[in-house]
């Protein structure tokens, strides 16, 4: 599995390859990871993702899967914030479609770094197993276990969450989906 993610990356950032070799091995792409086109900066970042670029990968790979219609929009939130961001469009639609939220003062802090217990809360909660509420307590470590649990992301829940980790994290988190 280790080494189909790590093609799945490289996949990604060819766009457009439908096979790649490396070393001895050839692995096959499916076809909806070369359909979208990821920014440079957000594959190759090693130190920590934005919450812009996770509204983005969440939007693209989606939708990419086919799943996005799961997540009907059910409001018309304009974060007051992401007016000059360059993935307002996918911010909005996914704070639209209740992926990601604003925060109570109506801006969605775009550049703001995500940490890898984050995106696992995000998941959670597009689980419906938390509602949209504040979360408090032991629902941080619910989630992680959860996520670990169900190999959706690994290692330490502090950390930043690279590029690479969150594209890795929502598609495990997409076929988790569609395979319950």
Not at 119 to 146: A, H, K, N, P, T
């Amino acid at each position: 599995m280790k080494n189909f993610l790590v093609v799945l990356i490289l996949a990604t950032a060819s766009c457009g390859v439908p096979v790649i070799t490396k070393s001895v091995r050839t692995y096959r792409v499916p076809p909806y990871i070369c359909r979208v086109r990821l920014p440079d900066s957000v594959l190759a970042q090693s130190s920590g993702i934005s919450r812009g670029e996770v509204a983005y990968i969440l939007i693209t790979r989606f939708n990419a899967m086919g799943i996005l219609n799961l997540f009907p929009p059910s409001e018309d939130i304009n974060p007051e914030d992401v007016g000059d961001y360059w993935a307002e469009d996918y911010i909005e639609s996914a704070v639209d479609r209740k992926l990601m939220r604003c925060m109570p003062d109506q801006n969605f802090y775009p550049h703001d770094q995500v940490k890898k217990f984050q995106i696992c809360i995000i998941f959670y909660r597009i689980l419906q197993m938390l509602s949209l509420q504040d979360i408090q307590g032991d629902v941080y470590i619910q989630s992680w276990e959860w996520a670990i649990r169900n190999h959706i992301l690994s290692g330490e829940r502090d950390h930043y969450l690279t590029g690479p980790e969150c594209i890795q994290a929502t598609m495990n988190f997409a076929n988790y989906l569609l395979d319950n």
